[in-house]
């Protein structure tokens, strides 16, 4: 690819990411899936060139992922959103998993893991903070 083709194709690329027709047409395909676009997407939405790479980023991770099925990327997510205690996550992501055939009891199995996951991490940190504080203080101990 010569030095002029690829700044054709960036421009391309850099044009499509700011079209707002396609913005329109993305903020119409998730209304009508979803009854609605949401707070997030509504205000990314005002910008054209992050909420349109945005959303197809989405698209290609969450419904056409490259190894694993569509099931199991919504139920990786609900494990992330539950992860970062991120409400609305869960609840969009719960609501697709089930759409994609997970069951209610998988959905549980999954929480139950990132929980326990969550636990673990958070232990390990702060018995090392615990630890460490007490040798400080042993230290400096008459």
Do not use: W
């Not at 850099?14 to 119409?28: F, I, P, R």
């Not at 009854?35 to 969450?62: A, D, Q, V, W």
């Not at 992501?93 to 996951?117: F, P």
């Amino acid at each position: 690819m010569t030095g002029k083709n690829r700044k054709e194709l960036l421009e391309k690329a850099k044009d499509a990411m700011a079209d707002k027709e396609l913005s329109e047409a993305l903020c119409e395909m998730i209304t009508e899936q979803r009854g609605g676009l949401g707070f997030l997407l509504s205000m990314l939405s005002e910008r054209p060139r992050t909420f349109n790479p945005f959303i197809l980023k989405g698209l290609s991770i969450y419904r056409e992922p490259a190894a694993i099925d569509t099931k199991t990327a919504e139920l990786v997510a609900i494990a992330a959103a539950a992860a970062l205690s991120c409400e609305h996550c869960l609840e969009v992501h719960i609501d697709r998993a089930v759409t994609e055939g997970a069951t209610l009891d998988e959905i549980m199995d999954v929480m139950l893991i990132t929980a326990s996951i969550a636990e673990s991490s958070t232990l390990s940190v702060a018995f090392r903070k615990l630890k460490q504080g007490a040798g400080k203080i042993k230290k400096a101990a008459p």
